[in-house]
């Protein structure tokens, strides 16, 4: 996963393109450096998203869960770097493969089960499902099941910080298969002209279902697609924890400044299929397997934990049991729960007025 | 021979005018593209350019003069060596000229069938003494929201030339003047971008009034509006609120063809998770869209642009507001009930008065809100009359009229002495030409048809 910068990769195209010499700098990517601590804490969080997406697949595949499901596996360095560099009323918005990045925001992972089995006590009270999970408590505004609809949604909670005069700023996350669709370009104009502090993370994960990047887009350096709308844009190793925190410290520093939106494109990769009903045969077993082996996020943090002499393999161990123990103790709790009322039927299709 | 200037149109709808201003005095020297003129309306202003070469020979409407109809001679133009006796030669036969191709846009006959505008029986509710404004619905709309944005901080209100321009329509004026452009924000041209935007500011905690230039053009934003306004509050368990107002005109105006005259009141209709508002009055417009912007839910607000000019009652109530799912009985009758909402209220009052002339006493219900439906309130009416025509400018399949039908075969079967019957437009695009979209819109005589059929009177 080379590492580049938006100024970097167009320096042919600068004597060419005269206007991209005026498109604003990101400043330079310092070395990756993390503590001891933030290094446990990393392995914590990834661990848990990786439990209970593997948790998810096994009760969607014992029936516990319906419709769609679509986990998060490899990715998890993603969205924990980037919850690593928020802070409190920073908003976060995604797709439907929002699992973990509810974990991220700290929100408790049995009313996120119990949400995919479909019960009273989910974050929804069962009437969203996987894809359409919210929690205004956290800033997490979903979960959004069409692909691309968060990005001007996303888009219109930074409007809202700049309105309020906070400082906040907003993280809206869609992938390389969003990436294709046209509100996002809108979406990019708006914000750029009105200098809204919102992040856009591109999670390419490679894969649009089964449509690769090279199959569906014209410019498949993604990080690329914000300079016509004068958005920096930069492309950073999705796989690595550090350094998907180390962009996101500058990004944030960015928006938090009045300077506009920023664009990060995270070169990752999700080890599952689409959805649990894609066997994903568009790519060969090696590939992922070279992924697993070469470029694990989780993998990547342990090692440099046991390098470090952060932690021992006991010690990670110890974690192992406890994230474990979490993600049964949610699972539990997701089948235990009733289903909702049937009068839930009729609520919150209006709030009264 | 001279050649003739007359009184230009801004639109097929205008049928006068101000001549607030003349760039040229009577000798001056014109060719064509010179402005020669300044025209207004209470909707735009216009700069009249001129068509063909000459000299000023007479003026014969002065500047600032004001209700000049469209197509009346305001100026002789000499050609070369021609001079101002040549006028009176050619004035003589002019009576009946048909209009000159000076005139920037062809002159439409009258629109097909904009009723003029009866107003409606006053709001009960209104305390004693209540003194009335009379104004246009535009002004009560901008009302609405001004008086919306002074006591709430949230509201703020965004679209297509909202701010410098002041309203595509002229709805929007004097807002950016009084709220500045933090409040009263011109966005690109990016109907799904600016309403998505929206939707995400109002799950923020705002209170986004966003206007399309026309709904026709929501349709490039229809999904945020039905995915993300309208169902989040239920995928959410109630945590997600977006309380937005989506508002513009709706259905046909006029001569624009297909893409630009659809009614989407039904479209909206059919949604949970919103609600749907399309008045006809100015007093309603100004009490609806002022519930609307409080409401915390979203909120499809579909005004009528042939309506915007049009002067109504307005009560002058402070924070005067109209409930939301409320209809209105605006002329009571007892032989035949004319259920109808915004545009076609003023075609089905229209069409009581021809009835009550040949001794029918039909009553007229305003449904001002399309969702939440009031069907008790048409029931009522039914239970009294026995007989109903719903009458909408708008298609006939699906329609607000299908539902109303629908809901009367439900509950008030019993009731009815005759079948609910539906006066819609034609079931085919709009088209342009004028003598084709007078027969595709809605007619007066097509109520007063529809009525005595289901009176059984020839």
Same mark, same amino acid.
């Given at each position: 996963m080379a590492r580049q910068t938006a100024s970097n990769s167009s320096s042919s195209r600068k004597a060419k393109a005269s206007t991209s010499s005026a498109l604003p700098k990101l400043p330079r990517a310092k070395a990756l450096k993390a503590t001891g601590e933030e290094l446990l804490e990393y392995y914590r969080e990834m661990l848990l998203m990786r439990r209970f997406e593997e948790k998810a697949g096994q009760m969607y595949g014992m029936g516990l869960i319906g419709g769609f499901c679509h986990l998060y596996?490899?990715?998890?360095?993603?969205?924990?770097?980037?919850?690593?560099?928020?802070?409190?009323?920073?908003?976060v918005i995604t797709s439907y493969r929002d699992h973990a990045h509810m974990l991220a925001c700290g929100i408790d992972p049995k009313p996120v089960m119990a949400e995919l089995t479909g019960r009273a006590t989910g974050i929804s009270k069962g009437k969203g499902g996987s894809m359409h999970m919210f929690s205004t408590e956290h800033?997490?505004?979903g979960g959004h099941g069409i692909v691309g609809a968060q990005v001007p949604l996303g888009a219109g909670l930074a409007f809202a910080n700049k309105y309020n005069g906070t400082d906040n700023v907003s993280v809206v996350y869609f992938g390389d298969g969003a990436a294709n669709q046209g509100q996002i370009y809108e979406a990019f104009n708006m914000a750029s002209l009105w200098a809204l502090p919102v992040i856009f993370v591109v999670e390419n994960n490679q894969y649009a279902m089964g449509t690769s990047v090279k199959r569906s887009s014209s410019e498949v350096e993604l990080f690329r697609r914000g300079e016509s709308f004068r958005i920096p844009g930069e492309a950073v190793d999705g796989m690595n924890v550090l350094a998907v925190k180390e962009a996101a410290d500058r990004a944030v520093a960015w928006c938090r400044e009045g300077k506009g939106p920023i664009l990060l494109e995270m070169k990752t990769y999700r080890y599952r299929g689409h959805s649990m009903s894609d066997p994903a045969k568009y790519r060969s077993k090696e590939e992922v397997q070279k992924m697993r082996a070469d470029h694990d996020p989780i993998d990547q943090v342990k090692q440099r934990l046991l390098d470090g002499k952060d932690a021992t393999e006991d010690e990670l161990k110890a974690i192992d049991k406890e994230v474990k123990a979490i993600?049964?103790?949610?699972?539990?709790?997701?089948?235990?729960?009733?289903e909702p009322d049937p009068a839930e039927l009729y609520t919150e299709v209006l709030t009264a007025y | 021979m001279p050649v003739e200037i007359r009184m230009p149109a801004l639109s097929p709808t205008m049928e006068s005018g101000t001549l607030a201003k003349w760039n040229v005095k009577e000798g001056d020297e014109i060719t064509?593209?010179?402005?020669? %003129?300044?025209?207004?309306?209470?909707? %735009?202003?216009? /700069?009249? /350019? %001129?068509?063909d070469e000459g000299k000023i020979g007479k003026i014969l409407i002065s500047e600032g003069a004001e209700d000049v109809p469209v197509g009346e001679l305001i100026a002789w133009l000499l050609e070369e060596g021609e001079d101002a006796s040549a006028i009176d030669s050619a004035a003589a036969p002019a009576v009946a000229a048909p209009v000159n191709n000076d005139v920037a846009q062809p002159v439409a006959a009258a629109p097909a069938e904009v009723p003029a505008v009866l107003t409606p029986a006053a709001d009960e509710a209104l305390p004693e003494g209540t003194t009335f404004a009379n104004i246009t619905v535009r002004e009560a709309l901008r009302d609405a929201m001004a008086e919306e944005m002074r006591t709430d901080e949230n509201v703020f209100v965004m679209g297509e030339e909202v701010a410098e321009y002041e309203g595509a329509y002229k709805v929007t004026q004097g807002l950016l003047a009084e709220f500045g452009d933090r409040r009263v924000i011109d966005t690109p041209i990016t109907e799904h971008g600016f309403a998505g935007l929206g939707v995400g500011a109002a799950m923020a905690g705002l209170k986004p009034v966003v206007e399309f230039m026309t709904f026709n053009f929501a349709m490039q934003a229809i999904d945020q509006i039905i995915n993300s306004a309208a169902k989040t509050l239920y995928m959410s368990g109630g945590q997600i609120k977006a309380p937005i107002v989506f508002r513009g005109p709706n259905g046909a105006a006029s001569r624009v063809g297909a893409q630009h005259s659809q009614n989407y009141a039904s479209w909206y209709a059919h949604v949970p998770g919103l609600i749907v508002l399309s008045p006809y009055s100015a007093s309603d417009a100004k009490g609806l869209l002022k519930s609307a912007i409080r409401n915390p839910n979203p909120v499809i607000f579909l005004e009528n642009e042939l309506l915007y000019g049009e002067k109504f009652d307005v009560p002058e109530v402070e924070d005067y507001t109209v409930p939301i799912g409320k209809a209105k009985v605006v002329r009571e009758g007892t032989d035949v009930t004319l259920v109808s909402y915004s545009i076609a209220v003023g075609f089905a009052l229209k069409a009581a008065e021809e009835l009550a002339a040949q001794g029918i006493s039909a009553e007229v219900i305003d449904l001002r809100t399309i969702r939440p439906l009031?069907?008790?309130t048409v029931i009522a009416s039914v239970q009294k009359t026995n007989r109903i025509v719903c009458v909408e400018e708008g298609w006939p399949t699906c329609s607000v009229s299908s539902e109303i039908s629908a809901c009367l075969m439900e509950r008030a079967f019993d009731y009815l002495d005759a079948p609910v019957t539906r006066v819609t437009n034609v079931d085919v695009p709009m088209p342009y030409a004028a003598n084709l979209e007078k027969l595709a819109l809605v007619k007066v005589d097509d109520v007063v048809k529809a009525a005595k059929a289901v009176c059984y009177v020839d």
């Open positions: 596996i490899g990715q998890e360095a993603v969205v924990c770097g980037i919850q690593a560099a928020l802070k409190k009323g920073d908003q800033s997490f505004y993600v049964a103790e949610a699972a539990t709790f997701a089948q235990e729960s009733p | 064509s593209g010179d402005i020669i %003129a300044e025209i207004e309306t209470d909707k %735009a202003t216009m /700069e009249f /350019e %001129a068509v009031d069907i008790d």
